[in-house]
């Protein structure tokens, strides 16, 4: 995890750690021990103080989060990743050249289907980056990774699941869906590739939605929920997010066909 800047308290955490130990030094260990004891006290207090809550990665991520409506009726959940482009899942907009975005705090928008990766359920939209108005705070989310390292770590997806469009055409803000990495599975190159599996809850309407990890990176994106097993026994508690590295590969093909 990398340690944020500009975090006083979370250095002050770490000085008063290292302080304590070594005013204790009086009472028992050698240099050697001491020493050991101090670089763990720091250790332990720089994650501490690096490690945002998900509350806080939330409340950074949900104004570049947004309700995709195609015209079928049916809609999903998209989110920025460079201005003029919104990445959401290709079932969410397959059959649409056209689709409506609404934000929580800003007039919705009308953006066009660049392309989509149909095997990976990846689509590109774009807007007019020049005229359109994004809501405070909309910026882009950047890309992470996850890995076998990853594996139990806390996980954010946000979306759209169950929501309605108010009278002012605007939609609130998305839900927060945390869990953690469950595994990496992967599907194969011939459909979805590899894909998060997590037990952060998602529903239909979340599809397209951002995974983010405890550092406010996409690390996946929400796909589907498995609902049985190959062998036809009921899954409770298991779905599935397109990995970053499928979302970088479907973006690249997508802009260079």
């Not at 995890?1 to 030094?25: K, Y």
């Not at 239909?204 to 929400?222: K, Q």
Request: charged share 15%.
């Amino acid at each position: 995890m990398r340690a944020q800047r500009g975090n006083p308290a979370g250095l002050t955490a770490v000085w008063v750690a290292a302080l304590l130990l070594l005013s204790a030094a009086a009472c028992g260990p050698n240099d050697a021990e001491l020493e050991a004891r101090v670089q763990q006290a720091v250790a332990d207090a720089v994650t501490e103080a690096a490690t945002p809550h998900l509350a806080a990665v939330y409340q950074r991520a949900w104004p570049a989060v947004f309700y995709i409506e195609p015209a079928d009726g049916q809609h999903g959940t998209g989110w920025l990743l460079e201005p003029g482009v919104i990445v959401t899942a290709a079932h969410v907009v397959s059959g649409s050249a056209e689709v409506t975005v609404r934000q929580a705090a800003a007039p919705a928008f009308v953006a066009t289907v660049a392309g989509l990766d149909e095997r990976r359920d990846v689509a590109l939209l774009r807007y007019d980056g020049g005229t359109t108005q994004l809501g405070a705070g909309a910026t882009p989310l950047a890309l992470g990774d996850a890995d076998i390292h990853d594996i139990a770590k806390e996980l954010l997806a946000l979306g759209y699941s169950g929501s309605g469009v108010k009278g002012d055409g605007q939609v609130g803000s998305s839900k927060a869906n945390a869990g953690i990495l469950s595994q990496i599975t992967n599907f194969g190159a011939q459909r979805y590739g590899r894909n998060l599996e997590m037990d952060a809850p998602i529903d239909p309407g979340d599809s397209g939605g951002p995974v983010l990890n405890t550092a406010g990176e996409v690390v996946g994106m929400v796909r589907a929920a498995a609902r049985r097993t190959p062998g036809g026994v009921p899954v409770v508690g298991t779905f599935y997010a397109v990995h970053a590295d499928e979302i970088r590969a479907a973006v690249e093909g997508i802009r260079s066909p």
